[in-house]
């Protein structure tokens, strides 16, 4: 950086009056930015005062309307009355008319059964059947898109999209 000899000469003169004025000058620069870093200061402290404010206000509006006032929004959850069925529609079994489930095994269900005449009529297993796709019916899956089969044929098959 190059300094300029007579601003430097005039900077460090033993001239009495220069030296005064640019220290007047350079207090009156560090006070102007003192203040302003406090009113910054005091202008965010403001803002933070008056968002917690709206904030408390918008979290506690159900407390400020009233017990009175219905409101919109929903309370998270509903308050359900009920009254026992009057004895005439009251319904029951009879216990040797149904077959309770025992337990399940493998999609086979077992019923513990009194000494009545089942039938298994068809079983079926739980697992969901799968069709395995040949190359060309897995590329057609995708008509919309540009795929392409990597070592066709073998075990490291392998769809890629491009």
């Known amino acids: 950086m190059k300094i300029d000899p007579a601003l430097l000469d005039d900077v460090l003169s033993r001239d009495a009056g220069l030296r005064e004025t640019t220290r007047r000058q350079v207090l009156r620069l560090s006070r102007s930015r003192r203040r302003a870093r406090a009113r910054r200061r005091m202008l ?5 005062v008056v968002a917690a404010v709206a904030l408390f206000l918008r979290l506690d509006r159900p407390a400020l309307r009233g017990e009175g006032a219905k409101s919109s929004e929903p309370t998270g959850f509903a308050v359900v009355r009920s009254q026992p069925l009057p004895a005439s529609e009251i319904v029951t079994t009879q216990g040797e008319l149904f077959a309770p489930v025992g337990s399940s095994f493998a999609g086979l269900t077992f ?19 799968l069709n395995f796709l040949d190359d060309r019916q897995l590329l057609a899956a995708f008509p919309g898109r540009r795929a392409a089969l990597i070592d066709a044929g073998t075990e490291r098959a392998r769809l890629i999209f491009y």
């Not at 965010?44 to 933070?48: D, E, K, N, Q, S």
């Not at 009194?114 to 059947?129: F, H, K, Q, S, Y």
């Open 44 to 48: 965010v402290a403001g803002a933070l």
């Open 111 to 129: 019923l513990d059964t009194r000494p009545l005449d089942i039938r298994i009529t068809e079983t079926r297993l739980a697992m969901p059947v």
